[in-house]
């Protein structure tokens, strides 16, 4: 894994500055592409992975449950999305949610991805990440839990795509964790609330996680709205989308129990339209457990898409046996029931 690089700063007396700069740069962006690299191995929660691949094997599929399954992990929602924005037709590159994907998608594409993907469990750390997956994902999961209470508060309409965003939202975090393996305690110091953090990385690496967040979104082909939201999760000005996003991200570190701004608190909530009265009811219902909305999908009345041998669309092959058995039973009984015309008709429903 590279050295961690020096982020002290260029003065401007030193006449070789520029060319110290120019090179000062020039190894960042070395680090940065290396790291987008690296998250292409980013593994799934074992669990997650193994219940999704349940559902989608089972006898009676739902879609709705296939939907949860894959929310509740990074590295499937990132997977999921990235296929099915590169299926040819009107929807590619704008695939914004989960269910929009499960929907696109045939469960045989959905398996062969959950089959290939990489996973880690907390009691087997790998050498790459260590505990990482684990902290980002519970974060992660905290705050998609807070982003759909406020969603609720506010009668905000966008929930699904808003279920993506609000779990997505720090992976860029990732790529400086990667680039940077000071990051985040040598960077950050002693900051305490979210701001002072992202305060800390501008100042220290020339860019923050949610910058870096917005460009890998955009080079993994997520739909512009999808990197827009996690690019801007922690502007003073965001509004909308972003702006719920980043409220969420507050009341996940203070459901933790970490430092939070209470000025920051409800600057952001007034955003979005909530005032200190929904506040306060949101803060008190999150240490609490809640089942949560049904996630809803259509089921899929078309054929899935088109097999590609040797990709995730390919159906597997226990599949098509039992479709060729299936199919080789009908003709049999076909070819019976005509051997024998002079056998009297039997009654509907029986036989």
């Known amino acids: 894994m590279p050295q961690p690089a020096s982020v002290t700063p260029i003065t401007t007396q030193n006449p070789d500055a520029a060319g110290v700069q120019r090179r000062h740069n020039e190894g960042h962006g070395r680090r940065l592409t290396a790291a987008f690299e690296a998250l292409e191995a980013f593994p799934a929660l074992a ?13 009676r599929i739902s879609p709705g449950d296939v939907v949860a399954a894959v929310e509740s992990d990074v590295a499937l929602v990132i997977a999921v999305l990235r296929l099915a924005n590169q299926v040819e037709g009107k929807s590619r590159g704008r695939v914004e949610s989960v269910v929009e994907a499960v929907e696109l998608l045939s469960p045989e594409a959905v398996q062969t991805l959950a089959i290939r993907a990489r996973t880690f469990d907390f009691f087997e750390r790998s050498s790459v990440w260590d505990a990482a997956p684990e902290r980002f994902r519970l974060h992660g999961v905290a705050t998609q839990r807070a982003a759909d209470r406020l969603a609720t508060e506010a009668g905000y309409e966008d929930r699904d795509r808003l279920m993506v965003t ?31 953090r992202i305060h800390r990385e501008r100042r220290e690496l020339g860019v923050d996680h949610a910058l870096v967040g ?14 827009s939201v996690i690019e801007r999760h922690h502007a003073d000005d965001a509004v909308g989308e972003a702006a719920f996003v980043r409220l969420a991200d507050m009341l996940a570190h203070y459901s933790q129990g970490s430092a939070v ?10 955003t979005i339209g909530l005032g200190p009265s929904e506040l306060r009811s949101v803060m008190y219902d999150l240490p609490y457990p809640t089942t949560g909305r049904t996630r809803n999908a259509r089921k899929r009345t078309t054929p899935g898409l088109l097999p590609v041998p040797g990709s995730c669309h ?35 429903g029986l036989g």
């Open 314 to 348: 390919e159906p597997s092959l226990a599949r098509l046996t039992r479709l060729a058995c299936m199919r080789r039973l009908a003709l049999a009984a076909t070819v019976c029931a005509a051997s024998r015309p002079d056998r009297e008709a039997e009654p509907p």
């Open 166 to 196: 609000a779990l997505l939202h720090d992976i860029g975090k990732l790529v400086l964790m990667h680039a940077y393996p000071g990051y985040p305690g040598q960077v950050h110091g002693n900051a305490r609330t979210p701001e002072e």
């Open 214 to 227: 917005g460009v890998l979104a955009r080079r993994w082909g997520l739909p512009k709205a999808v990197a």
């Open 47 to 59: 669990e997650s992975r193994d219940r999704l691949l349940r559902l989608v094997t089972a006898e």
């Open 261 to 270: 701004s209470p000025t920051e608190l409800l600057k952001c909530a007034r």
